[in-house]
Every structure is written in structure tokens, then in C-alpha cells.
């Protein structure tokens, strides 16, 4: 080798370490995303995305503990700030956390046993327990899939358009877990299982509760994946004082916190960019004020702005987002279940309302899910669309958790003008005979009581068997007409009858589903109607007239469709409920009987012009075929309230049971506005038709001879709404007031 050559080889060798310093300076560094969890302060989390598009910085890894795990992992998914704000204004999160499925997803059944009760308790071995959490956190998990399932195939989330991890805690070892393999929705749902608030999630042979409890801030873990610059969010609360330790859930919290209050001293001096949002008037279930706290997460990345343009500065590439394509319909071809002991395949379908190889909106297929979470037979249903050829085709993969209780006491409160003051104790079991059947039995204490059987065989859309036992009985001032004819001599004079009034009654009865939220019931019943009165004493060897002791045997026929999305206060949906029954026999008191029928249809259609303000129109028609000889059974109008016997009806403007016929056309009109949430401004008006052979005379088309107006207020409370309403009628010129609390029952 030549001089020459010699010394171009040292220069080279050199300057090489030179060139290699370059290259290292102009280096683009990893970016890490750390979200803290904080519950609904974890909004705060989007605000700071929106800053971080804003500025076009292109984050490579995230990591995120509870809110942070939720929001981090559909920012992870493809998801914008703007995007996730939008979803997440339009999330009813009450219904989200305490898994208030809609009335839609429940069976009738459990329509009609639902909605009369205030508190439900687990009761087992006769001993009153507390469920393991106030939510199985269903709901959270369907939002969470159906959000993510455009990246649902990847289940290394390393994988996924911005690699991600999260933090949960196995509840068992007390261990911190960093969850990056697996099912992205049941990971994300384990991270954010707030023990008390969501049951624990089960991943393979571990227990898994909030990320929170253990590691609140990863921020370590997620240096460890080669990040150069983090960026970290922090919404928890710091230690208070002792102005603020003011109750005992406080200071539980408090003292339950020390571990990662005192930890995040040390946590946040790992984050090159630290974000610190004012969370410090909200709380963890702050969720309606969650607009302000993405405000607040916003307003926080400005304060730091500086910081963040300088990450930017150091990067070469700007982040491209692509908008991630949310499901809204889709085929399901296969379904294949695991986990059901007791339940059969035909009962999951049937509760999943799946029927062959059918397009269904997602939001259907959603309900389906719902109805049969709904049950309260299972505890989760966990499951995974498996995508076909066609991309909008699926084979589904579901194992249910069947649940543990299968006898609950339930709890109720009640007062009304008819059947005065009232306590109701429920002990509903399930599976008392076979997997799939429940009974319930009500017993009802007061001015009045009563009880109330239900047993039913539940197989969705197959055929169901039931059986139905009740027992009411109310003293009111009620027209004579009810129980005696017009021509009896007993009526000079009298305008009211103080009345004893029963009525015992037993049904058994099929039941089919056809299409959605219709059923039809076929079925045979007894019933023994009673009246007795001592305002009109016809011997002086009693001190009561009997008016009506007879047993009645009878066929009917039932037809259902409800969608109402409220069974209290509708705001939109449509009701049917069509009724048939042929009296066969009458024995006992009625010498006369004669067969006859009575036929009914309730029609009902709510919507609402904005969303505090909606309108409920019903329609009511009835008559009865054959013999005149019975008029007991007739139709009785007047007062206000609901779970009425027989063939009573409400009448804005009249008392109860003031005025009678065989045969009526009526019409009601409710509107409700909403002016706070719970809050109802109630104005109604009705209008009816009533009389004997109504329709035989063709009066039903004139102008009504009944009118009534009422204005009331009602609050929704927890155990039913607390009503006041104000009536009048023109024709009378009378007024009443009718108080109402609690469901009715």
C-alpha cells in the first residue's frame, strides 16, 4: 500500500466515528404515551390527545392503567382525540356502568317482575348477602368489543396501529400485571374492573381487578420498551386534607390510596412531559360533567405546549390517521357456545335472538347479548367475531359464566289513592324445578293485602309454559252499576256503594316469541270475583250485602308487542297488548250465567320532539259478545294507577270505578317534559266513550261523553316515581288529586 492510499485509509477511519455520532444526533426518538387511571377525570386523557393531534406528534407506544387503559387502547386502535370525545359525549354512562340493559333486551317476563322493585338482594342458604359488585360490567365490555373490533384479529398488542399495554392486578397474589397478549376488549375490561364498582374479570387461571390498586402510573414499564421521550397524564387525586376527609367513604378512599398517591411522588419525575389536569372538583364518577373534563385535559397539554412542540420538533414524520370503520351490521353464520351446564344451546339462542344466517343490525346483535345477560342467569358472556370470506360475515365464539345465585329477595314500597300504603317482600328462585324456569312469589302487607305467584318455563322463542296465581282486594266507594242492573230495586237513592271489592285469580298459560318483542299467550284461567257492601243491607240477620261470589272459568288469548324504551315515562316506542277471553261457566253466587265474551286492545305510541320533551298517546277500545246476564266483569273507569283487576281503566277526572259499561272507546294524551334529569312536568288529557252496546248503536264515532285534564309532577327515585297529580272534569265540574310512590305492584 502506497503513502496515498495509507493516509485516505486513516482519514476514513477517522472521520467514521464522526459520521456515527451524526446519524445518532439525528436519531428520531421512541415517543411513549402514559395514561394514568382516575375514573371519569380519565376524560381529561382526551383532551390531551386532542392538543397531541393537533400538533401532528406521532406517539409509538402506549401504556395506560383503568380510564387510561380505555382510552389509551382505542387510541391505540385508530382512534382520534376528536373521535373518542364524540364517542364518549354520546355514552349514557349510567346505564353503561350499572348495566341497565333496555327494556328491549328483557323477556316480558322480566318486564313485568323488574319494574316493581326498589332493592334486589342475593339469598342464599336464607341468609341476605351483597352481590360481589353493583356492575358484571357487560355493557362496558360491548362497547369496548364493538369499538375494537376492526383490530380485533390481533392479539399481540404490539401488533396493533400504535403498540400497547396495560396494567391490571390479580386479586388473588395482590400482583401487578402488565397485560400485552390476549383479547384487547377483555384486557382493557380487567384494567378497569374498580373493585366494589365491576365484578372481577377472569383471564385464563387468573382474577383481575383495577390496574389502579397496584400500578397507576406505568411509566417505568413503558421506558423499558425503548422510549426516548414520555409524555404523562396524570388524573389522580392527590392526598386531602382534613377539611376534605369529611365521611367515612372518604377517608376509606384515602387510606385505600396511600400506595399510589405516595408512589406517583416518584412515578412523574419519570415522564419527560408531564400533564397535570385540574381534576380537583371532580370525582371518579363524575360522568356527567365529562365535556368540562376533556376541557380541562385540553387546557392542561396548552400549559405544557412548549414541551410538546419541542417532541414534535424532534420528529421526522408527521402522524397520518386513518378513520377507523365501526360496524353497524353484520351476518352471523355459525355459532358455536361454551360454559352452559345447566342452560341449553336452544335457550342461548333463543335468549341471543339469532335465527339462521340473517343480516342484523349491530345493534340487534347487541340486544341479543343483552337479553341474555338480562336473565341474571349468567355473570358474563364473553365472545369473538371470527370474520368469513365476506367480510361482513361472522362465525361467533361465546362462553358464558352461568351465575352462582339463584335465589334473590327483592324489596318494594308503595302508596296510592286505591290501594293505600303498602310494603312488598319478593323471594324469587330460579331454577327450582328445571335449569331454565324461575318462580316468584310476592307478599304484600298493608291496607290492602295481597300476593302475587309467578312461575315460568323460559325458552325464548320456543314454546314457554306458565302459571300465574294473584289475589287484590281494595274497599272504595264504586258505582252501583258495577254490581247490580239498572233495574234493581236496590238502587234508589244510592249514588255510591262503600264496597269490599276481590278478586282471585289463576291462569296457565303458553307462551311463543315471533319476530321482535312480540309474544303470544294462550291459556285457560279461574277466577273468583267478589263484592260486598253495608251500604245496603237487604236482612237484618247480616250486616252485609253480597253482590258477587262467583267462580268464572274461562280461555283467552293474549297478544304483546312492547318497545317502549320506559315503562314509566316513554319517550318513544310502540305498545300493543290485545286481550280475549271466553267465559265458559260461572258457578256459585251468578245463577244466571250465560257464556259470553270480552275482547280489549291498548295501543299506545310515545316519540319526543327534542330530548326533554316527548308525547304518549294511547287508544283504548273493548266490548263485550253474548249475554247480557253478567255485568260484574263489565268495564270500569275512573281514578289514576296502574296493576288495576279485571277489566279496570283509568279515567283522568273521576273516581275510581265511578263510571260503567260494556263497552268503551277511549283516548289519552300525555306530555311529559323533562326539565331535569328525573324530573317530569306531566299534563294529560282523556276522552272516552262508555256504554252499554256502544258499538251496537255506532256512538262510539261521536263526540265523547267523557272528558277529563290532569297536571301533575312526578320525580324518579329509586323506588319508584314519587307522583302528584291535579284533575278536573267539565262535565262534572269535580276535581281530585291523586298521590301515587314507588312502582306499582
Known amino acids: ?91 349514557n354512562f349510567d346505564e353503561l356502568i350499572n348495566d341497565a340493559f333496555p327494556r328491549g333486551s328483557k323477556s316480558f317476563y322480566e318486564r313485568e317482575n323488574a319494574e316493581k322493585y326498589a332493592v334486589t338482594l342475593p339469598f342464599d342458604n336464607f341468609r341476605v348477602t351483597l352481590p360481589s359488585a353493583l356492575s358484571r360490567g357487560q355493557n362496558v365490555y360491548n362497547l369496548l368489543y364493538h369499538l375494537m373490533l376492526p383490530v380485533d384479529d390481533i392479539e399481540d398488542f404490539s401488533k396493533l396501529p400504535i403498540p400497547f399495554f396495560c396494567i391490571a392486578t390479580d386479586i388473588e397474589t395482590g400482583e401487578s400485571l402488565l397485560l400485552e397478549k390476549g ?33 397507576n402510573f406505568p411509566v417505568e414499564e413503558l421506558r423499558a420498551k425503548g422510549m426516548d421521550l414520555i409524555i404523562g397524564v396524570d388524573v389522580q387525586d392527590g392526598l386531602k386534607d382534613r377539611k ?11 387510606i385505600s390510596n396511600f400506595r399510589t398517591i405516595n408512589a406517583m411522588k416518584t412515578k412523574t419525575k419519570l415522564a419527560d412531559v408531564y400533564v397535570k389536569p385540574d381534576i380537583t372538583n371532580y370525582s371518579v364518577i363524575s360522568f356527567d360533567e365529562g365535556e368540562d373534563i376533556i376541557s380541562n385535559g385540553e387546557a392542561a397539554a396548552r400549559v405544557q405546549l412548549l414541551k410538546l412542540q419541542q417532541v414534535k420538533k424532534q420528529q421526522l414524520k408527521t402522524k397520518e390517521h386513518v378513520q377507523v370503520k365501526v360496524l353497524d351490521s353484520l351476518t352471523i353464520n355459525h355459532v358455536s357456545l361454551e360454559g352452559n351446564e345447566r342452560y341449553t344451546r336452544s335457550y342461548l339462542i333463543g335468549k341471543l335472538k339469532l335465527k339462521g344466517s340473517e343480516r342484523i343490525s349491530y345493534a340487534d346483535f347487541k340486544q341479543g347479548i343483552n337479553s341474555l345477560i338480562a336473565t341474571n342467569n349468567f355473570d358474563t358472556f364473553r365472545y369473538h367475531l371470527t370474520p368469513t370470506e365476506n367480510e361482513s360475515e361472522f362465525n361467533l365464539t361465546g362462553k358464558v359464566t352461568e351465575s352462582e345465585t339463584s335465589t334473590f329477595l327483592r324489596l318494594g314500597i308503595h302508596f296510592d289513592e286505591l290501594y293505600k300504603s303498602a310494603i312488598l317482600a319478593n323471594l324469587t328462585k330460579k331454577k327450582l324445578l328445571f335449569n331454565n324456569d324461575i318462580a316468584s312469589l310476592d307478599i304484600i302487607l298493608g291496607d290492602n293485602s295481597r300476593y302475587n305467584f309467578d312461575y315460568f318455563i ?40 262503600e264496597a269490599e271489592v276481590s278478586d ?96 280489549k286492545a291498548d295501543l299506545g305510541y310515545a316519540f319526543s320532539f327534542n330530548d326533554k320533551l316527548a308525547l304518549k298517546t294511547e287508544i283504548n277500545g273493548g266490548f263485550k259478545i253474548g249475554s247480557k246476564s253478567t255485568t260484574t266483569l263489565d268495564f270500569a273507569f275512573g281514578g289514576y294507577g296502574a296493576n288495576f283487576i279485571n277489566n279496570f281503566y283509568s279515567f283522568y277526572g273521576y273516581d275510581f270505578i265511578s263510571i260503567i259499561g260494556d ?19 306531566l299534563g294529560a288529557a282523556n276522552f272516552a266513550n262508555i256504554d252499554d252496546g256502544l258499538f251496537e248503536t255506532g256512538e262510539f264515532i261521536s263526540s265523547p261523553n267523557y272528558t277529563g285534564y290532569a297536571l301533575g309532577y312526578s320525580l324518579e327515585t329509586f323506588i319508584g316515581p314519587l307522583e302528584g297529580k291535579y284533575s278536573y272534569s267539565p262535565e262534572t265540574g269535580t276535581s281530585y288529586w291523586y298521590f301515587n310512590l314507588g312502582f306499582w305492584f
Request: charged share 20%; proline share 2%.
Open 183 to 215: 383479547k384487547l376488549a377483555e384486557a382493557v375490561s380487567a384494567s378497569a374492573a374498580l373493585p366494589s364498582l365491576f365484578q372481577p374479570v377472569v383471564i385464563g387461571d387468573k382474577i383481575l381487578v383495577d390496574g389502579g390498586v397496584t400500578n
Open 663 to 681: 263497552s268503551f272507546v277511549k283516548s289519552t294524551f300525555t306530555l311529559d317534559y323533562e326539565f331535569h334529569k328525573g324530573h317530569h312536568i
Open 244 to 254: 376534605l376527609l369529611k365521611s367515612a367513604p372518604d377517608i376509606l378512599f384515602q
Open 458 to 497: 323460559d325458552k325464548g322463542y320456543y314454546i314457554s309454559l306458565g302459571a300465574k296465581s294473584r289475589y287484590n282486594q281494595f274497599n272504595k266507594s264504586i258505582s252501583p252499576f258495577l254490581a247490580l242492573d239498572e233495574s234493581s230495586s236496590l238502587l234508589v237513592d244510592v249514588n255510591k256503594l
Open 1 to 91: 500500500m502506497n503513502i496515498k492510499h495509507l493516509i485516505i485509509f486513516l482519514f476514513f477511519i477517522a472521520f467514521l466515528p464522526l459520521k456515527a455520532q451524526d446519524t445518532i444526533v439525528k436519531k428520531e426518538p421512541k415517543v411513549g404515551l402514559v395514561l394514568s387511571g382516575g375514573g371519569a377525570k380519565g376524560f381529561a386523557h382526551i383532551g390531551v390527545l386532542k392538543v397531541i393531534d393537533s400538533l401532528g406528534i406521532k406517539v409509538d407506544y402506549i401504556a395506560g392503567t383503568s380510564m387510561g387503559a380505555i382510552i389509551g387502547s382505542l387510541y391505540a386502535s385508530g382512534y382520534s382525540g376528536k373521535e373518542l370525545e364524540i364517542m364518549f359525549e354520546a355514552q
Open 504 to 599: 282471585f285469580t289463576n291462569q296457565l298459560y303458553l307462551q311463543t316469541i315471533f319476530q321482535k318483542d312480540f309474544a303470544l299467550r294462550l291459556g285457560g284461567e279461574y277466577r273468583r270475583f267478589k263484592i260486598t257492601s253495608e251500604t245496603i243491607v237487604e236482612n237484618e240477620q247480616s250486616n252485609e250485602t253480597t253482590f258477587e261470589n262467583t267462580d268464572y272459568f274461562s280461555v283467552y288469548g293474549n297478544l304483546i308487542y312492547d318497545d317502549y324504551d320506559n315503562a314509566h315515562f316513554p319517550k318513544s316506542g310502540f305498545y300493543v297488548n290485545g286481550d280475549f277471553h271466553l267465559y265458559l261457566k260461572g258457578s256459585g253466587f251468578n245463577t244466571n250465567f250465560n257464556e259470553f265474551s270480552i275482547a
